[in-house]
């Protein structure tokens, strides 16, 4: 029986766009960041399609014991760090690499009197303006950690980019000018590049790079594809029609009524919907595929269903299949449909949906 919503993976998917990033970053080791349940692909099934990888990045404590629980060796660097004294236990419980945004986490650190325990990144804001420390606290900060007797040594350091995706923003180099200035003088290893620092700004690669969204083959820019990219993606979304009707000119769709025929119109309704994770927001309009041909969207998105006009499918039928991402219908195009980016597709997948390798 053919599930009422499924997501196919193909993990190979995964290899292919990983040899990606090797060709573009030969030199460079990789931290294969796989937060968020590997972007709702899985984290555990993602881990294992990337298991060579030189090591990890995650946002929680939490997501990196599952990793080392289920047997992970590789380094794990956990991006938002610790906040308190029982986290800082953890991380040196299951050898997680800490990343260091803020004084008190090295307050934390100097308290302990353990030696060269814990490996850290240090981060500098260079002007995401998020976590991490601003270029006049940076060298204090630096020293600081020094003296901590728990740290091993060199202190890694990185810092994230917050206007990557677009390739004609100044913003970006002044951030890796910034990174590259403030940190020439110390040892360690340095990560700058993200997903589209990898892609758009080869200057960005340095010993580490930070390869995200682009490993589950969706573009981190706006402009293109990620199968344009020679990215192949790795999730895509299946339903099927499961009712067929005749409606009459004058007849509305939906919640609110805010479509209405403008003519006879065969109506096909496909089960799936946001409590799916399938973007309630998605516009009028917006491409589904029925039996492999584009048809659009037409009404809203409700829970558990949305409606199509299926004039170009005379002949479909209850049971046929659709596609809302995938071969044909990438998911970038659904996103901008959706006025939203990629990441909240495929990371907004619910439970219910039952989950295909292919």
């Keep these: ?13 995964v290899q292919h766009n990983l040899a990606k990033v090797r060709q573009v970053a030969p030199r460079a080791k990789i931290m294969a960041v796989i937060k968020a349940n590997g972007y709702g692909h ?29 047997g992970f060796q590789n380094r794990i660097a956990v991006l ?3 906040t308190c004294s ?20 090295i307050d934390l650190l100097a308290a302990r009197n353990e030696h060269e325990q814990l490996a850290v990144w240090l981060k500098l804001d260079s002007g995401m303006n998020r976590l991490g420390f601003k270029a006049k606290e940076f060298a204090a900060a630096y020293r600081r950690l020094e003296q901590c007797q728990l740290i091993k040594s060199p202190i890694n350091l990185m810092t994230h980019f917050a206007n990557a995706d677009d390739k004609n923003d100044p913003k970006t180099q002044q951030q890796i000018d910034c ?11 340095r990560s ?37 990219l020679g990215l192949k993606p790795v999730m895509e979304l299946h339903s099927r029609l499961i009712a067929v009707k005749q409606l009459e000119q004058g007849d509305s769709v939906g919640y609110s009524g805010s479509w209405t025929c403008e003519h006879p119109t065969t109506l096909g309704v496909v089960a799936i919907g946001y409590g799916d994770g399938y973007p309630r927001y998605a516009k009028i309009g917006t491409p589904v595929l029925v039996n492999g041909q584009r048809v659009p969207l037409i009404g809203r998105v409700s829970m558990d269903m949305l409606t199509v006009d299926l004039a170009t499918q005379p002949h479909a039928k209850p049971g046929d299949p659709v596609t809302l991402w995938g071969n044909g219908l990438p998911i970038e195009e659904i996103a901008q449909c959706a006025g939203t980016i990629p990441y909240t597709l495929v990371c907004g997948i619910t439970p219910r949906v039952q989950i295909i390798e292919d």
Excluded at 1 to 13: E, F, G, K, R, S
Excluded at 87 to 103: K, M, N, S
Excluded at 179 to 189: H, K, V
């Design 42 to 70: 899985g984290l555990l099934r993602i881990a294992e399609a990337l298991r060579d990888v030189d090591a990890f990045a995650v946002a929680r404590v939490d997501e990196g014991i599952r990793l080392r629980k289920a």
């Design 179 to 189: 990174f590259n200035t403030l940190t020439a003088d110390y040892p360690g290893e």
């Design 192 to 228: 700058m590049a993200n997903s589209a620092g990898v892609l758009g700004w080869p200057t960005s690669i340095t010993d580490w790079v930070r390869p995200g969204v682009l490993l589950y083959g969706i573009s981190p820019f706006a402009e293109v594809t990620g199968e344009q």
């Design 86 to 105: 029982e986290e800082l236990a953890v991380f040196l419980r299951y050898q997680l690499d800490a990343v260091v945004h803020c004084d008190l986490q």
């Design 1 to 13: 029986m053919t599930p009422a919503a499924y997501a196919v993976l193909n993990l190979d998917a």
């Design 80 to 82: 938002e760090g610790f």
